[in-house]
Each structure stands twice: as C-alpha cells, then as structure tokens.
Nanobody, 122 residues
C-alpha cells in the first residue's frame, strides 16, 4: 500500500503561481512514477503530468511550459509548480503513484491522494 497526502493550493489570481506538494509513504520502491491529475466536478479527470524516480518528466499539452513537476526522493515528495495560472486551471488536483517507468497518461490509477483545491480567480 502507498499513502499520498497533498498540500498547498488555495485561491490565486490569474497570472499568479502556486506550488503543490505531495508526500508519499508506505511501500515505495523504485522504479516508480509520481504525477498529478486534476478534476472539475462533473467533468472527466484530466492528466497533468508525471515524473519518474530518476527525474524524467512528461506533461499534458495544456500545461506544458507553465507547470513544472519535480521530486525529492529523500523525502518521497513530489511537487507541482504552477505558473501563469488561468481560470481554466481551477480544479481539484490529485497526486498519484504508480510502479514502473511509464510517464505517459495512465489508463488507470493505482494510488492517489485526497486532492487539494486550486481556484484561479480575481
């Protein structure tokens, strides 16, 4: 089992920045991938991006160039730095964990956190 706890988020103005964190615990073995997806109530979840345990990253087209995923393996923590935020980035953001090397959008999610709300509004 793997447990994930997100933090960060909140209300931010358009054009602003925010950083989310996600701490993992439990049976964490490499290789693994940690990433983020987001969901707006009533809409399908949208994959945001992912990072391998060795630092390779991949992003959705909608966030590439604005969002950056990083991780601290010593702390088993992944970060999502979101810049140039737009109102359409408003969503609940979830981090996820999966075993292996594949950093493409997953077909399903093995483990995910409870989510943290990000609202982009003036």
């Amino acid at each position: 089992q793997v447990q994930l706890v997100e933090s960060g988020g909140g209300l931010v103005q358009p054009g602003g920045s925010v950083r989310l964190s996600c701490a993992a615990s439990g049976n964490i073995f490499s290789p693994n991938v940690m990433g983020w997806y987001r969901q707006v109530l009533g809409k399908p979840r949208e994959w945001v991006g992912a990072i391998t345990s060795t630092g390779s990253t991949n992003y959705a087209d909608s966030v590439r160039g604005r969002f950056t995923i990083s991780r601290d393996n010593a702390k088993d923590t992944v970060y999502l730095q979101m810049n140039s935020l737009k109102p359409e980035d408003t969503a609940v953001y979830y981090c996820y964990f999966k075993r292996g090397w594949d950093i493409r959008e997953p077909r399903s999610y093995e483990y995910w956190g409870q989510g943290t709300q990000v609202t982009v509004s003036s």
